[in-house]
Nanobody, 124 residues
Framework: QVQLVESGGGLVQAGGPLRLSCAAS????????MGWFRQAPGKEREFVAGIGGSGGKTYYGDPVKGRFTISRDKAGNMVYLKMNSLKPENTAVYYCAATSSIFVLLTPSLYPYWGQGTKVTVSS
């Protein structure tokens, strides 16, 4: 199995930055694409950003393009989400996800491995 643990969430003022981290452990040889999703109260889980196994290809959901940056360490077991210019509507639980797919996937159900989530609250 693959275990994912997120960290870095918290309370931040609108306009401020925050960086989330995700550490993968266990059978990480199964992991290629990793992604970040978020779920706000009463809403469906939505794709935020994804990065390919080599760390080369990155994809972003339209609401975060230009403000969020996903990156990965060389070993491939740490993934980061740098969030700038945060808005109150970015308040959500942010989840790290992983899959053996070599393609970045946008659909949550296609990811077999999930972390517990880290809460981000953006105050106005």
């Amino acid at each position: 199995q693959v275990q994912l643990v997120e960290s870095g969430g918290g309370l931040v003022q609108a306009g401020g930055p925050l960086r989330l981290s995700c550490a993968a452990s266990g059978r990480t040889f199964r992991v290629n694409d990793m992604g970040w999703f978020r779920q706000a109260p009463g809403k469906e889980r939505e794709f935020v950003a994804g990065i390919g196994g080599s760390g080369g290809k990155t994809y972003y959901g339209d609401p975060v393009k230009g403000r969020f940056t996903i990156s990965r360490d060389k070993a491939g077991n740490m993934v980061y989400l740098k969030m700038n210019s945060l808005k109150p509507e970015n308040t959500a639980v942010y989840y790290c996800a992983a899959t053996s797919s070599i393609f970045v996937l946008l659909t949550p159900s296609l990811y077999p491995y999930w972390g517990q989530g880290t809460k981000v609250t953006v105050s106005s």
